[in-house]
Structures are given as structure tokens and as C-alpha cells.
């Protein structure tokens, strides 16, 4: 047994332990703190520094009686229900492995591990009051989009299909579970927020979401405020290109520079505006603007993975039939509502070389140009023509980029 190493694992699960530990302490009555967490982890350390000569059945061993302190934890609390008790004794559980984990490698997911632990138990409050505000249709709507992504997509056959064969059923799967799940995540974080989200922190989580279902959210409750309501969406429509180079680098991540002048322009176009809208707010504070609906519905990964396989069919025949020209017409035909189909299309038919680089990446320019025309007229009919003009405005550079960027070689 190597010295160094193992003074390093043992150093790692006594500062993790001592994270924990501190948390419990100052969490109120409590059955262990900030001496126990750090023995629980070294324990876990220890045996599994003592695998390699004794063999796995030694951090079993340690597993076990770490189970045993917990059941005699639960008797305590169930005789004494004032003290803190389920939750340490799983925390306890989990820093032995931690431990185990720093010993046995690697320290990488002893570490995440650890600090997941230290989270969950010190955001309490904020994870209970995120329960409250979840309703019933938001933890099915959650639910289903776990069975799809556990369940359905492991069966799914994993081989193209389909004309020109662009259809890859696990593939489409993943693709719409993606769009989902980055949706989700800005819907939880503003279901966490909630009030203090601002104007500024919905519009940018509406953004991940669906730019354009918050745009349609925000428009219509513009009232008198119309310069709020512009920047909000300004800002839903400045997240888009962040939205588009995950979901590049998620399909094919050694494209993503390829892709690099398309999401630059949306990006940097819109921020003279928002900077404006920013400082215009703060001289001027706006009424909340209410977050967007949850986007993990099973419908909506159905539909969206459907539309997906429709624009892959539709890009490859263009180019197949019609060239550049076809492709670019598909491009600002599906970018008008939604232009995450054509971005992950693009991406993928780039990847596997069924695309050119100079074609996908102006389709997908393309699309993002259309799709701030359309915002813009709904921000119009929804919301009025003062925030339909001021909404104009904002968006006016990123068109003028576009068809500087379009001509670059």
C-alpha cells in the first residue's frame, strides 16, 4: 500500500465527513454531528484502503455494521421523536460509502458524491418548498418523462431506419428526452425561485424552456408595462442559442464550432438591448411575470420527437432533390415555431456527413432569424403595438449580423 495515496483518501473522506457532519450539527436535534460523519467516512476510507490485501468482503463487512448503528438510530427515534433521525441515519449510510469510495476510486465520484449529500441535506427547506409548488399534473408530467427515459429508451432499437435511412429510433428517443429534460431544468429552477425570479430570471428560464411559449406567456400579460415585458422576452429569445449549443454538443459535439457564427449572432445581437432593458428596470421595477407551464409533458416528447423526425426526412430530401436552396427553405419554414428540430437535425446530418458544414450551419442561422420574426409578431398581437415596436427594435441587429455572418467564407 502506496503512502501518499492513501494519507490522500483518508484526507478526502475526513474533510467530506466533516462537511456533512457540521450540516447535521447545526440542523437541530440530532443522533450524529460533527464527530460522527468524520468517523463514518474514515470507516468507509479505511476498509476500503484494507480491500486490496484482505479482499471486498472487509467494506461489506463495514457496510453491515454501519447499518447496524442505523437501525439502532431508527429504535432511538422512534422512541424519541423529537430527534433528527431517518435522514441522518441515510446520511450516515451514504458517507460510508463516500468514504469507500475515496479509497477505493475514483476520488472523483467520492467527492460529487459527498457534496450531493451535503446539498440535498443542507437545502432542506428550499427542496420542501419546491415540493409544495409542484402540483399533481407537474410530478406526472416528471414521472413520465423518467419511465421514457429509463424504461422505454433502453428497448428502443438502436439502427437507422426509414428514407435515406436518418431515422434511429433510440436515437429520436434521446433527442426529444434532451429537449425535454433542458426545459425541465429551468422549470424546476423557477418553480424554486419563484417570486424572486424577477423579470429578468423568468425571461432567461422561459428561455430554456420555450422561447417561444414565453413569449406567447409574457405578451399577453404585457399590460402597463410594456418595456418590462420586452426585455423579458428579449432575454427568453437571448437564451435560445445556449439552448441550441447543448443540444449541438449533445448529438454532435465535434461540430459545435462549425455552428459557432450561427449562435453568436442571436447571442450577441440581442445583449445592447437587454442591457438597455436592465438598466431601464432598475430604475423601474416591473410586476412578477409568472413562470411557464411545465415542458416535460409525455405529449410534448412525443410530438417534438415526431416533428424531429419529420425536419431530418425533410432536410435530407431538399438537399438530396433541391440542393442548399431546399435545405434553406426547411430551415425558415420549421425555425418559425421552434427551432430546435432543425438545429439537432442539422447537427446530426452534419456529423455524419450527409450535410455540409457551410450549408447547416446558415440553416440553422436561418432558422433563428425566422423564429425571432415570429416572436416578434406575436410579441405584436399579444401585446400590443408599443411592445410589438420596442420588441422590433431590440431584435433589429441580429438580422443585420445574419447577413453579414451569411456571407463569411
Given amino acids: 500500500m502506496e503512502l501518499l495515496p492513501a494519507f490522500e483518501s483518508l484526507g478526502i473522506a475526513l474533510g467530506l465527513g466533516l462537511l456533512v457532519g457540521l ?24 476498509t476500503g484502503l484494507l ?48 468514504g469507500a469510495l475515496a479509497a477505493l476510486g475514483p476520488w472523483e465520484i467520492a467527492v460529487a458524491l459527498g457534496g450531493t449529500v451535503f446539498v440535498l441535506l443542507q437545502e432542506k427547506v428550499r427542496l420542501h418548498a419546491l415540493a409544495d409548488r409542484f402540483g399533481a399534473g407537474d410530478l406526472r408530467a416528471v414521472a413520465q418523462l423518467a419511465l421514457v427515459a429509463l424504461v422505454l429508451l433502453p428497448i428502443l432499437p438502436d439502427r437507422d431506419l426509414g428514407p435515406y435511412g436518418v431515422w434511429n ?18 422549470y424546476v429552477v423557477q418553480r424554486l425561485l419563484g417570486a424572486r425570479a424577477g423579470v429578468p430570471l423568468t425571461g432567461l428560464l422561459g428561455g430554456l424552456v420555450s422561447s417561444t411559449a414565453t413569449t406567447a406567456g409574457i405578451a399577453r400579460r404585457a399590460g402597463a408595462a410594456p418595456a418590462a415585458t420586452a426585455t423579458a422576452i428579449v432575454l427568453a429569445s437571448s437564451l435560445v442559442p445556449v439552448r441550441q449549443a447543448i443540444e449541438i454538443a449533445a448529438v454532435a459535439p465535434d461540430r459545435l464550432g462549425v455552428f459557432a457564427p450561427a449562435l453568436a449572432v442571436t447571442f450577441f445581437g440581442l445583449w445592447p438591448a437587454i442591457g438597455l432593458g436592465l438598466w431601464r428596470l432598475a430604475r423601474h421595477p416591473a410586476p412578477e411575470i409568472p413562470p411557464s407551464d411545465n415542458p416535460a409533458q409525455l405529449g410534448a416528447a ?6 424531429f423526425a419529420v425536419v431530418l426526412v425533410a432536410v435530407r430530401f431538399a438537399e438530396d432533390r433541391l440542393g442548399s436552396t431546399g435545405v434553406f427553405a426547411v430551415a425558415a419554414v420549421s425555425g ?55 420588441v422590433a427594435l431590440a431584435f433589429a441587429p441580429v438580422p443585420l449580423a445574419g447577413v453579414a455572418c451569411w456571407w463569411l467564407p
Avoid at 80 to 95: C, E, H, I, K, V
Wanted: proline share 3%; charged share 15%.
Fill in 23 to 46: 450540516q447535521r450539527e447545526q440542523s437541530g436535534p440530532r443522533v450524529a454531528g460533527i464527530r460522527t460523519f468524520p468517523l463514518i467516512a474514515l470507516l468507509g476510507a479505511s
Fill in 51 to 98: 480491500a486490496e490485501p484482505l479482499g471486498a468482503w472487509i467494506v461489506a463487512t463495514g457496510l453491515a455494521a454501519v447499518g447496524a448503528v442505523v437501525v439502532t438510530v431508527l429504535v432511538g427515534v422512534h422512541r424519541d421523536p423529537q430527534r433528527t433521525g431517518t435522514t441522518t441515519a441515510l446520511a450516515m449510510l451514504s458517507m460510508y460509502v463516500v
Fill in 169 to 186: 429510433p433510440r436515437h429520436l428517443g434521446l433527442v426529444a428526452t434532451l429537449v425535454c429534460g433542458i426545459g425541465l431544468g429551468a
Fill in 302 to 307: 412525443l410530438v417534438f420527437a415526431a416533428v
Fill in 336 to 390: 418559425l415555431t421552434d427551432v430546435d428540430a432543425i438545429t439537432l437535425s442539422s447537427a446530426r446530418l452534419c456529423a455524419a456527413g450527409r450535410l455540409s458544414d457551410d450549408v447547416a450551419w446558415r440553416a440553422v442561422l436561418l432558422a433563428s432569424l425566422a423564429n425571432l420574426a415570429f416572436k416578434g409578431a406575436i410579441a405584436a398581437a399579444l401585446g400590443g403595438r408599443r411592445t410589438g415596436r420596442l
